[in-house]
């Protein structure tokens, strides 16, 4: 459900001035300055909203702001911005009406700000989509490009505008927006070349030194130091709060995205960093035969990467500072520039360059935000020109009057369109309409416009007069023909009444602006209006090989010379300023009245003198009191009805009726006197403050009233609601768990009868299997009884044809016959005669078990008899001994198992054949059975002396080696034993019995 609120609601001091009561200039500002205090920045007066700077950011522009106020009356919520933005915005889609914004008041005072929220309010309303973002992204950021190079910091305010911006955002039928135009008014050029005290150029200029890289500052020939360039005042060239490197990226980027290509960007930086260079060019006399000085460029290094940048040719430029070609009809005269001309000429180039660049930037944003479509489309125009500017004594001069001029002519527009648009309602509404006094300043408007003896037409006609004409001629003009003008002064007038008036110099008239009295200086408003450059200088410029630079000098075309002086500067305004009237009062008009709180930039300052002035300047009281005069308040019938229907029981809860009959029945109830209030078409009009508040106040204590009877009918509703929910829950539950019940009882059933009917359908198949079973046994029993039956019968009918035994014959002679094949096989595969082989044959059946095995035996038994039997004598004892050696030595000694092979000879050494153991063997008469030389260890120290071994049957000699002589000799009885070692070496050890106890041991190896 919505909630419908009120402006009315929690209200600080009075948020709409037309119910500020009493009324006076001191309640006005108070109740400025009350809101202001609790950050209640806006304020209306009717549908005008007055807009203070608070000078720091407040949370009162987020999505949720936004969101709060779509699609809102404008008197529902609290004031605000957007609530004006969405008025426009829907009034524009739904009732198809084209509208502007207009945004006044002096510099700082936050109309740029305030053009910017209105723009970023109706991007984040109006609809959504690729396309459609792509084109409010583009209108979005061509505010940062057009700020970069028109803003500039002032004593006023750290970015003021320096031009005048009207901008048509367009839009389909269904509010989505299209694309947009800007136009821009009188950029203050002469800002390039000079600027005030305290302020700054053009930001651009600091944010290309500040935030370019390296790289590209190198391209560009500059140097990253500021006091390096004559054109940029160095007293506030830093702006706290101000990152003009980060600017230069965002402003990079914005262009990017509004659609400039690389090398536009490119030239457009050439360009701001020409402008630079030409600041930095000096100029010297030279002497002249003729006896004129000329000037020449004193040091050409900055003039050579200039024309190199520009691409132009440095000696047609150096000329062109030097002389000065006149054209008139067929003569062509070249006079010489000293070196003030010079000067000036550069000066008058650098500020052409500029605000020549910053028009065609305008156009090639416009190029790139051009609405597509061809449809009809709607528009809304946001205006954010220059604010009124008034600077201390004499410093106004022609930029300033154009401004304030400007500033006049929006003025008048907003009392015109304030007080027709007051007229028409009640015209429209049929409510009878009272005139008010209020000051129309379209007399100082025709003061400065008049077509005859306006103040810019006699400029023009002194700066096309032919003769000597000078910015005092022109005040002399300005003196006959103005003085009688009530808001024109000027002390040389002799009829004047300002003659010793000291406070306005001789040099200066002062006219009386519907904000305040500004002196303006004439000097220099000839030159300004006239806006001359040297047709050298623009032919050089148009020779330049550079794009940009030709199509910003189309006049220096040598092929398009055109004799006729180009528009004057204040012509050229008027005629723009007169273009944008016009089409403002086509448009549905909507304020914003911007105004400063302080003059220090600060938050949380309320100057009461300072807003007081602009109070009365901007004609805010008489607003106020145009507005009230005839009725201080109105509001649609519908409207009223419910926010007051509840005073009146005929009225509470419904009105079934037309709602101006209710609103009727309402006012005639609470007895509202006649005269306070008006019936209109479609409104009711409200004469006096005080009536409304008595409504509000009566509405208050009645919604406490109200408040206590929803608050009962809530709690009732509640319980009731609780109660019937319970109810509703308890029926639920109870059905869920009847349902559960009966689910639970029906699978118990369905259990129970699963398993009765398993039972009886396993009794049932077991009955069957035994009946199939006893069945099967039957049937065998036929067959085998059958069988037998028939075996019977069989026998008894063969028996005739078999003897009687013939079985065991059979038998008898089957196991002979495998007998004989057994043998004659064996016979055949017998095993060869060796006795170490193994190998038999195989046993062919098993009842041969025990024949064959013993078959085997006697088969080898016989083998090794017949092996036996080839041995001679001799071969025979040596068996025995290799027998008797396997009876001492087979698996006791390692060494045994080598020797087998080995014929034993006993007499190694062949004593009797080798003459050397001739006298041993004949000393020993025995024969020798063995003889070998061993190595006897000593048993004191372990050495070994070699020793002939010789055995007889009788005894043991050792024998040297060398001499063959016996070294002992032993008895066979002596020995006790005879031991050897297990391993596989040659020891042998003789123990002797006790007798010979010297020899108890004797350890010998062969
Ligand atoms: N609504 C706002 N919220 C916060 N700060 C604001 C607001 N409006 C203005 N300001 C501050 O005031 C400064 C000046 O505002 P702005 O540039 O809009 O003034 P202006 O009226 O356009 O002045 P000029 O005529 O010199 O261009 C801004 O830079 C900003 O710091
Ligand atoms: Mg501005």
Not at 395 to 412: A, T, V
Not at 483 to 488: L, R, V
Not at 664 to 669: F, P
Request: aromatic content about 12%; charged content about 30%.
């Amino acid at each position: 459900m919505e909630v419908k609120t009120s402006l009315l609601d929690n209200m600080i001091g009075v948020g709409d001035m037309v119910l500020l009561e009493p009324l006076s200039e001191d309640s006005f500002l108070e109740n400025l300055k009350k809101r202001f205090d609790h950050n209640e920045i806006y304020t209306y007066i009717g549908s005008v909203v007055i807009s203070l700077n608070p000078y720091r950011s407040l949370p009162i522009y987020t999505p949720d702001k936004v969101e709060e106020y779509r699609n809102r009356n404008f008197y529902e919520l609290s004031p605000h911005i957007y609530a004006l933005a969405d008025e426009a915005y829907r009034s524009l889609r739904d009732q198809d009406k084209d509208q502007c914004i207009l945004i006044t008041g002096e510099s700082g005072a936050g109309k740029t700000e305030a053009s910017k929220l209105v723009m970023s309010y109706v991007a984040a309303v109006c609809g959504k989509g690729q396309e459609v973002n792509k084109v409010k992204e583009q209108l979005l950021q061509s505010n940062p490009v057009l700020e970069a190079f028109g803003n500039a910091k002032t004593v006023r305010n750290d970015n003021s505008s320096r031009f005048g911006k009207y901008m048509d955002i367009e839009f389909d039928f269904k509010g989505d927006p299209l694309g947009g135009v800007i136009s821009n008014y009188l950029l203050e050029k002469s800002r390039v070349v000079k600027q005030p005290r305290g302020e700054r150029n053009f930001h651009i200029f600091y944010q290309l030194l500040s935030g370019a890289s390296d790289d590209m500052l190198k391209k560009l020939k500059l140097e990253r130091d500021f006091s390096k360039y004559n054109y940029l005042s160095l007293d506030s060239a830093t702006v706290s709060g101000l990152d003009d490197a980060a600017n230069f990226r965002t402003v990079r980027n914005a262009m990017q995205i509004v659609g400039f290509m690389e090398d536009e960007m490119q030239s457009v930086l050439e360009l701001v960093a020409a402008v630079l260079k030409l600041g930095n060019l000096d100029f010297k006399p030279e002497s002249r035969c003729n006896g004129m000085d000329e000037s020449r460029v004193k040091d050409k290094n900055d003039l050579k990467e200039m024309c190199e940048l520009l691409g132009i040719e440095q000696s047609v430029l150096e000329r062109a500072f030097s002389y000065r070609t006149v054209e008139a009809k067929m003569e062509k005269v070249s006079t010489t520039l000293n070196v003030a001309q010079a000067y000036y000429a550069r000066d008058a180039l650098a500020k052409n360059l500029y605000s020549r660049l910053f028009s065609w930037l305008v156009t090639r944003i416009n190029e790139s935000i051009r609405a597509q479509a061809k449809t009809r489309h709607k528009v809304m125009g946001v205006l954010d020109i220059y604010g009124f500017e008034i600077f201390e004594e004499t410093d106004n001069s022609f930029e300033q009057f154009i401004i304030n001029y400007c500033n006049e002519k929006l003025q008048q527009i907003f009392i015109e369109l304030t007080l027709r648009e007051e007229q028409e309602e009640y015209v429209r509404e049929g409510i009878e309409w009272t005139n008010i006094e209020y000051f129309n300043n379209a007399v100082i408007c025709d003061l400065i416009e008049n077509n005859q003896n306006g103040i810019l037409a006699m400029l023009d006609e002194e700066c096309l007069r032919p003769g000597t004409v000078t910015d005092e001629t022109f005040l002399d003009k300005l003196n006959t023909i103005c003085a009688e003008h009530q808001h024109f002064e000027s002390r040389l007038n002799k009829n004047s009444k300002f003659l010793n008036d000291h406070s306005l110099p001789h040099n200066c008239f002062r006219i009386q602006h519907y904000a305040g009295k500004v002196l303006y200086r004439v000097e220099g408003f000839v030159d300004k209006n006239n806006d001359l450059l040297y047709r050298d200088l623009s032919q050089a410029m148009y020779k330049a090989n550079h794009s940009l630079i030709k199509q910003l000098f189309p006049e220096g075309n040598p092929a398009k010379v055109n004799l006729k002086r180009p528009p004057t500067a204040g012509f050229q305004f008027r005629a723009s300023v007169g273009t944008l009237m016009g089409n403002l009062q086509t448009k549905n008009p909507n304020y914003i009245r911007c105004i400063k709180p302080n003059d220090k930039k600060a938050a949380h300052i309320f100057t009461d003198s300072l807003v007081r002035h602009q109070v009365r300047y901007l004609g805010l009281m008489e607003n106020v009191r145009v507005r009230r005069a005839g009725y201080a308040f109105r509001q649609a019938y519908e409207p009223c009805l419910e926010r007051y229907k509840m005073l009146c029981k005929n009225t509470w809860p419904h009105w079934k009726g037309p709602a101006r009959q209710g609103v009727e029945v309402l006012m005639t109830d609470l007895q509202v006197p006649a005269e306070e209030f008006a019936y209109g078409r479609s409104k009711i009009f409200i004469r006096n403050p005080r009536t409304l508040f008595f409504l509000e106040e009566k509405r208050k204590q009645c919604l406490e009233d109200l408040a206590t009877l929803i608050q009962k009918i809530y709690r009732g509703w509640k319980c009731r609601s609780h109660f019937l929910l319970l109810k509703k829950s308890e029926i639920v539950v109870a059905a869920w768990y009847r349902r559960y019940a009966q689910q639970k009882k029906y699978q118990k059933i369905k259990h129970s009868t699963t398993v009765v009917q398993s039972y009886t359908r396993g009794w049932q198949a077991r009955k069957l299997l035994r009946e199939l079973k006893y069945q099967k046994k039957c049937e065998e029993a036929v067959t085998t009884i059958a069988a037998f039956w028939h075996g019977t019968q069989v026998r008894r009918e063969y028996r005739k044809f078999f003897r009687a035994n013939a079985g065991r014959k059979i038998y008898n002679f089957t196991i002979q016959r495998i007998m004989q094949k057994y043998f004659l096989g064996l016979k055949s595969n017998l095993p060869s005669m060796s006795p170490i082989d193994k190998s038999w044959p195989a046993r062919p059946y098993s009842f041969l078990e025990g024949v064959h095995a013993e078959l085997r035996r006697i088969f080898h038994l016989w083998r090794c008899k017949k092996y036996r039997s080839q041995f001679t004598e001799e071969k025979k004892a040596v068996y025995e001994e290799k027998l008797e050696a396997s009876e001492l030595f087979k698996d006791k000694k390692a060494l045994y198992p080598s020797s087998v092979s080995q014929t034993f000879k006993g007499d190694y050494l062949e004593m009797v054949k080798n003459p050397k153991y001739q006298k041993l063997s004949s000393a020993i008469d025995e024969k020798i059975l063995l003889a070998d030389v061993v190595n006897k260890i000593n048993r004191a120290n372990g050495k070994s002396s070699p020793r002939l071994f010789l055995l007889t049957k009788k005894s043991v000699i050792l024998a040297d080696q060398k001499t063959g002589q016996v070294k002992t000799s032993l008895p066979l009885p002596d020995l006790s034993s005879v031991s050897t070692s297990t391993q596989s070496d040659g020891f042998f050890a003789l123990k002797l019995k006790e007798v010979r106890r010297k020899w108890f041991e004797v350890y010998l190896f062969f």
